[in-house]
Each structure stands twice: as C-alpha cells, then as structure tokens.
C-alpha cells in the first residue's frame, strides 16, 4: 500500500511531532522501506516463506534502525535529518496493524518461522489485496491526505513542487494547539 502508508505517515508525524520544518524526504523513504525490503524476497521466495512481510517488519528492524541512527549522529542537524528515517519505518508497523502478528512483529524473540499470509501462491496473495474493499479504503484515505497537502502546501504548481523537492518541506504551518 502507497497512500496508505506515505499519507498515514504524513499525517501521524506532523500531528505528534508538529514540526513544519521537518523535512519529509527520509520520512517517506522510512515509510515504505519495510515493504521495499520485504516484498521483492517475499514475493521471490514465496513457496518457501509463504508472507511478504518478513524481518523488515519486525520491530526489531525498527529498534536496530533508530539505534544506528543515534549512534551515528551527532545531535542537532545530522540526527534531526536521520531520524525521520526510523520513524517511518516505526509508523508503517502501526499502519501495517503488525500488532496483529505478533511472530512477525517481535522476530525473533517467538521463533525464527514467520506467520505465512494464509494464502498458497502469488497469484492468489494479489487476487486477496486487489478484491479487499479495506485495502482500497485505506489507499483511499492516504491519497486524499496527500492531495490536501499537495493542495493546501501549495505543490501542485512547478514552484511549489520544486521548492519541495529542494527542503523536504511541507509549506503547511501544523495548528500547535
């Protein structure tokens, strides 16, 4: 799922943190990069795992991210900018509802198996997520969120597209109340 989770980070980050300076570049990489990671080996190697959701989706991953992030940075700048990076990762669990699998979310600690998606091959795995009307609503849900702020932050012209491109900013002040 894109909107879902690019839109749901968005809106998640910008409402707990409410800092319009952050930039969102590394937030949405962050948001995506379970599925990035996770779905290509899935998809590969699904007779023998039997899920797409793998050890990216483990609250481990998360965990060992964030770690390396403070590790490796300085504070200030240097982890401001980094750190959006583990939260993304962080919030696509919760968007995910991996609370739901517990195997997966805390891999290792329950065993090394990951829980299978319940279905028997690729083909039937797609024809489950393309037929599921919460999947769409979901989709649904993030991309109006995305269009609001590409509307209300002023990105859907050549300008406002670039000067986000360049910052990583959404030039949409968060009410601080």
């Known amino acids: 799922m894109l909107f879902w989770h690019v839109g749901g980070t968005l809106a998640i980050t910008r409402y707990s943190f409410r800092d319009d300076r952050m930039d969102v570049r590394l937030l949405v990489v962050g948001a995506l990069l379970p599925d990035l990671i996770d779905t290509p080996i899935g998809l590969?190697?699904?007779g023998a795992l039997g899920s797409?959701?793998?050890?990216?989706?483990?609250l481990l991953f998360g965990a060992l991210l964030m770690v390396i992030v403070v590790a490796r940075t300085r504070r200030g700048r240097p982890r401001k900018r980094w750190m959006p990076l583990a939260i993304g990762v962080l919030i696509h669990m919760v968007l995910d509802a991996m609370w739901a699998d517990p195997e997966t979310l805390?891999?290792?600690?329950?065993?090394?198996?990951?829980t299978g998606a319940g279905v028997e091959s690729v083909g039937e795995l797609v024809t489950a997520i393309l037929t599921d009307w919460k999947v769409w609503a979901l989709e649904a849900t993030g991309l109006a969120y995305l269009t609001y702020l590409a509307v209300a932050g002023k990105m859907t012209r050549g300008a406002g597209w670039r000067r986000f491109a360049q910052t990583g900013r959404i030039e949409l002040p968060i009410d601080r109340r």
């Open 106 to 114: 805390l891999w290792p600690f329950l065993g090394v198996d990951i």
């Open 44 to 46: 590969l190697w699904y």
């Open 52 to 58: 797409v959701r793998l050890v990216a989706h483990s």
